[in-house]
């Protein structure tokens, strides 16, 4: 089975950038059909952030997000990104990385693996 790894997270002010990476290990992304990102706030679901399907890249947003977050691949290095740009104090919470291999993206139940987390904190 796949081991995920989240990195990048951090305290940045609003208004800043930031990149996730989500390292894959033990399997490849390519055993799976989507990759997503996914956060959670205190006191609140986790809720979906972004995905991408592995076959053909297609990606798909959160509303919330959309404009402003871009998750991408590098296969050669088994790595999935989430470029963060104009963050908000709302986006503020731990992000994780999880793999799935249903064509589903965007509800949590859906992914078999996930990654530990990291934080995200954006300051005013």
């Known amino acids: 089975q796949v081991q995920l790894v989240e990195s990048g997270g951090g305290l940045v002010q609003a208004g800043g950038s930031l990149r996730l990476s989500c390292a894959a290990s033990?399997?490849?992304?390519?055993?799976?059909?989507?990759v997503g990102w996914f956060r959670q706030a205190p006191g609140k679901e986790r809720e979906f952030v972004a995905a991408?399907?592995?076959?053909?890249?297609?990606?798909y947003y959160a509303d919330s997000v959309k404009g402003r977050f871009t998750i991408s691949r590098d296969n050669a290095k088994n790595t999935v990104y989430l470029q963060m740009n104009s963050l908000k104090l709302e986006d503020t919470a731990v992000y994780y990385c999880?793999?799935?291999?249903?064509?589903?993206?965007?509800?949590?139940?859906?992914?078999?693996?996930w990654g530990q987390g990291t934080q995200v904190t954006v300051s005013s």
């Open positions: 033990g399997r490849s992304f390519t055993s799976y059909v989507m």
């Open positions: 999880a793999a799935s291999t249903r064509y589903y993206y965007s509800n949590p139940a859906n992914y078999n693996y």
């Open positions: 991408i399907r592995w076959s053909d890249t297609d990606t």
